[in-house]
T-cell receptor
């Protein structure tokens, strides 16, 4: 089965600093999702990456998938207290549901704290 | 994006009782997924709910404990039966949407079993 390892497990930064969260897979990634979760709440979809070398940005958050499709990174530029939360990467199971992406396997999450 | 609502948002229950969680989506979807997030843990898929057929359960989850209904393409329920404190978790429903089949999650139901 596919396993995802996130690093670091937790991160404390000062407001305005840049930061990077990594997600490494034990197998080739066919769909890699990034989510943000506030404590005790649901998941907010950030971005999905599918192609090797793909990079997507939204506001101050950029996500990349490496060429080998086994590692993804999430980079936040000029962090703000609103960026605080738990960041989760999730990988689609290519064997679930034929051509559609099915169930997701998640990493353990990265807890981000941003001090004002 | 998808608009997903869940009821209840949270509940405190006594052991041995059952709770049914509802998930409503703003438009029709083929598959709906139920996940569990135990305290301090990441998400684990419980089952996939398809309209018109029985749900497909992941290893470690059984229908007697987590019966699922999917009466139409916008609604599903998950029941947590004969609850114990170990069932205290956040339960989330999820759907796929769009040409790239992006996966979206509901706001979750926080369950505490005493």
């Amino acid at each position: 089965s596919q396993e995802l390892e996130q690093s670091p497990q937790s991160l404390i930064v000062q407001e305005g600093k840049n930061l990077t969260i990594n997600c490494t897979s034990s197998k080739t990634l066919y769909g890699l999702y990034w989510y943000k979760q506030k404590y005790g709440e649901g998941l907010i979809f950030l971005m999905m990456l599918q192609k090797g070398g793909e990079e997507k940005s939204h506001e101050k958050i950029t996500a990349k998938l490496d060429e080998k499709k086994q590692q993804s990174s999430l980079h936040i530029t000029a962090s703000q207290p609103s960026h605080a939360g738990i960041y989760l990467c999730g990988a689609a199971d290519p064997n679930a549901g034929g051509t559609s992406y099915g169930k997701l396997t998640f990493g353990q999450g990265t807890i981000l704290t941003v001090h004002p | 994006s998808a608009v997903i609502s869940q009821k209840p948002s949270r509940d405190i229950c006594q052991r041995g009782t059952s709770l049914t969680i509802q998930c409503q989506v703003d438009s029709q979807v083929t598959m709906m997924f139920w996940y569990r997030q135990q305290p301090g843990q990441s998400l684990t898929l419980i089952a996939t709910a398809n309209q018109g057929s029985e749900a497909t359960y992941e290893s470690g989850f059984v229908i007697d404990k987590f019966p699922i209904s999917r009466p139409n393409l916008t609604f599903s329920t998950l029941t947590v039966s004969n609850m114990s404190p170990e069932d205290s978790s956040i339960y989330l429903c999820s759907v796929q949407r769009g040409s790239q089949e992006t996966q979206y999650f509901g706001p979750g139901t926080r369950l505490l079993v005493l």
